[in-house]
């Protein structure tokens, strides 16, 4: 099946989970325009869109017993619990500091896994978890580089 633009998200209609086929893919995947995947039950895919950038949630395919959607994967990752504006402060600034890219919910910073950054957090005395998400959307890497003297 040959998929060409997003019809919606699975978040804006009424459906059963068991009407949903799911397409899983990588949050890097995410911001492909050209991807040959298969779905949760076995269908082959061919996504071919005029613009990049999928959302978890998107629906790639409509009919009326079925809806095919984009999730992505789990993935292994540290949940951060900052318990002062002092420790946010020290995380955003060493995370930045090393390029990596974080989602900044509510009062926790997610990052995708990397057993470098355990040390980080120690040092910092941040409480964090080592846990498994889908991440919603792909992060966001700048263009602009630097480097460090």
Not at 130 to 146: L, M
Request: hydrophobic share 35%; net charge negative.
């Amino acid at each position: 099946m040959r998929v060409q633009k997003v019809l919606g998200n699975i978040e804006s209609i009424d459906t059963c989970e068991n009407t949903v086929e799911w397409v899983e893919l990588d949050w890097d995947e995410l911001n492909k325009r050209i991807l040959r995947k298969t779905t949760d039950k076995g269908r082959d895919l061919a996504i071919v869109m005029d613009e990049q950038g999928l959302r978890y949630g998107d629906i790639l395919h409509q009919e009326s017993s079925r809806v095919i959607a984009v999730r992505t994967r789990l993935e292994p990752a540290y949940v951060i619990t900052p318990d002062s504006m002092t420790q946010m402060g020290k995380v955003a600034f060493e995370l930045g500091n090393r390029h990596t890219p974080c989602v900044v919910e509510e009062n926790r910073i997610i990052v995708r896994y990397d057993s470098t950054l355990e040390v980080l957090f120690k040092e910092i005395g941040v409480d964090y978890e080592r846990t498994e998400e889908r991440f919603k959307q792909p992060f966001k890497y700048k263009s602009d580089h630097h480097h460090h003297t």
